[in-house]
């Protein structure tokens, strides 16, 4: 999932001499916990300042992940990248201005004073990555291989037990739980148990 904004004129302004191809996207350092205003502000500017052949979409990527607090099971939205909000627009002196000085925004993403577009398959793997959270939440875990957990959930709540294998794809961990005085491997769902 994230946010984002999408002009509804989506060419370029044919007076620059630019094309599609120039468009790319980029990266830009905003305070931290401000992004969501950062792009507020800046589709705000775009459309004040009519740059909407320039500046395209701007996108805050956010994740939907699961934690268990008090007990209770609750998704919760999670930024992929705190403190940066990506653009694709085509990058132009005017455009250049439009977007450094929106409120809250620090800097490009670059080399010294020269901007640099993230590549095409960084771009690809952050937006896919962003819409495959959205189909399935991934559980927010705190724990880790021999670390010793509590059993909060299913038929063995309020045992103590120890990590020996966690499954990141399928969401679950195998508990080393006391059982009659043998310890008995049982596969849980991450949210059935909690750090000690």
Same mark, same amino acid.
């Given at each position: ?5 999408t002009s ?6 044919t ?9 790319a996207w980029?990266?830009?350092?905003t ?10 502000h800046?589709?705000?500017r775009?459309?004040?300042m ?9 996108? *805050?990527? #956010?994740?939907?992940?699961? %934690?268990?607090?008090q007990?209770?099971?609750? @998704?919760v ?5 705190? !403190?940066?909000v990506? *653009?694709e #627009?085509?990058?132009?002196d %005017? ?5 450094r000085? @929106?409120?809250?925004?620090t800097s490009f993403? !670059? ?7 993230l ?7 952050i ?10 939440p991934?559980?927010?875990?705190s724990?880790?291989k021999g ?10 709540a309020?045992?103590?037990g120890t990590?020996?294998?966690?499954n990141?794809?399928r969401?679950?961990?195998t508990v080393?739980?006391?059982f ?7 596969i ?7 750090k000690?």
């Open positions: 999932m994230f946010t984002e904004h509804e004129n989506d060419q370029p302004d007076n620059a001499g630019a094309t599609t191809e120039d468009r980029f990266a830009i350092h305070y931290s916990g401000y992004e969501n205003k950062v792009r507020s800046l589709e705000a775009i459309a004040s009519d740059m909407r052949g320039k500046i395209f979409r701007v996108i *805050v990527p #956010m994740e939907e992940e699961v %934690e268990i607090k007990g209770q099971r609750r @998704t939205q999670r930024k992929v990248f705190p !403190g940066y990506l *653009v #627009m085509i990058m132009s %005017e455009a250049w201005y439009v977007v000085n @929106t409120p809250g925004v993403v !670059g080399s010294g004073n020269k901007p640099v577009p590549q095409e398959h960084e771009v690809k793997t937006l896919k990555q962003v819409t495959k959270e959205t189909e399935k991934k559980a927010k875990i724990f880790s670390q010793s957990v509590r059993v909060v959930d299913g038929p063995f309020d045992f103590i990590v020996s294998d966690l990141m794809d969401n679950k961990v080393l739980v006391s009659f005085g043998r310890e008995t491997p049982v849980l769902d991450f949210l059935q148990v909690e000690i």
